[in-house]
């Protein structure tokens, strides 16, 4: 598309069928694409060091796989994706969002304490329900998974609810 | 070792992907969760039906592994509004997070490691939630191609209704031509 969209962004059907072809190829060579059992992965290799009894003794360790997995190898190689894509971009990156700063003002503190529990949340979620964006709607719709549907509409739902409270009109 | 790579690989792609379309700036994550950004929910909804059409091919050859979460009522939906409002809060994803982490976002290196207490504290809880909230209301692996024969009618059903949110967000999202 030749108009004036001079945005470095990519157009949303390239971007979506790229983006699916990672995703039937990870189906086809490991299985369900998976974000949040990462986090599992990287503190149960974590606690295996520090404290080996309690990670044999506490049954969601034992539902996922340690350091060393298609997992953990998973999320990493996503750190490193999002580190090539971003040295390669020409808009410089962040650490408060402008959206945050022109309300909140540019305090890193406060957007760090915010995005600190927002993680918490989302992996506290995630770890309930099994699964997140990628794992549960996007893993699980893909498969037409009931579950994937349900969590899917309400995540949207919720987050919608959330930012317009914070952010106001 | 192979698994390891091929995971490494595939994050990697994914990982680039997912900035190039900016579901790695919190700022463009905000504004799509204020229904003013319809890129990102758009791309994220055509990538599923693409993705299930994938996922149905792949069935057909007999490639892959396929292994479609259970629905717990109570559990599966109380876990979607405390993401939903984590979400809303961070403007970033467990695998989103990681990227933008990647990319050197501050705010996202405080998701990822806000995203290992909630996992500490979710997996130190476990025995006691998962029996409390998940189990009672466990409904099963239950998918639409399971009782809607034969498969290809629930993908096509699939389809329609995800093309539908596409064309609503188009119509609802009120874009904000401002962005860059």
Redesign the interface.
Known sequence: MMHENK????N??P???????????????????A??S???S??KGFFQAVLPDYVAA????QLIPGP???????????????????RS?P?P????????ERKFGPS?FR????????????????????????????S????????????G???????????????GK | MD????????????????????A????KM??A???IEP?I????L???I??????F??KLAG??????????IL??????????????????????????????????I???????????????F??T??PL??APTNIG?????AWLKP?VF??IL?AIV?SGGIMAIGKIWKKDES??
């Open positions: 945005s470095p962004y990519w949303l059907y971007a979506a069928a790229a983006l699916a072809g990672v995703i039937v190829f990870i189906f086809a060579t490991f299985g369900p694409p974000s949040s990462g986090f599992v990287t503190l506490k049954e969601h360790y060393g997995s298609w997992l953990m190898a998973f999320v990493l190689g996503m750190a490193i994706g999002g580190f090539i894509a971003g971009f808009i990156v962040r650490d408060v969002p402008e959206i945050w890193r957007r760090y304490a915010t995005a600190f529990l927002g993680g918490f949340l989302i992996l506290f979620g995630s770890r309930m329900a099994g699964g997140c964006t990628l794992g549960l709607f996007i699980g719709s893909a498969q037409m998974a009931v579950s994937g549907l349900y969590f509409a309400l995540i949207f739902v919720a987050a919608i609810f959330t930012a317009k409270f914070i952010y | 698994k390891v790579l091929l995971g490494l690989l595939s994050g990697i792609a994914f990982g680039f992907i997912i900035q190039r379309i900016g790695t700036n919190a700022d905000a504004k969760h204020l229904m890129q929910p758009q791309f994220m055509l990538t599923v693409l993705s299930a059409i994938g996922v091919g792949l490639v892959g592994r396929f292994l479609p979460l259970p629905t717990s559990a599966t939906g109380v876990a979607a509004v405390i993401f939903g409002i984590g979400w809303g809060l961070t403007g970033y994803c467990p695998g989103t997070c990681w990227a933008a982490a990647g990319e050197g976002r501050g705010d996202a405080a998701t990822l490691v806000g995203g290992l207490a909630g996992t500490a504290v979710f997996a130190h476990h025995e939630l998962v909230l998940y692996q239950i998918t639409l191609d498969p629930a993908l699939l995800f962005l860059p």
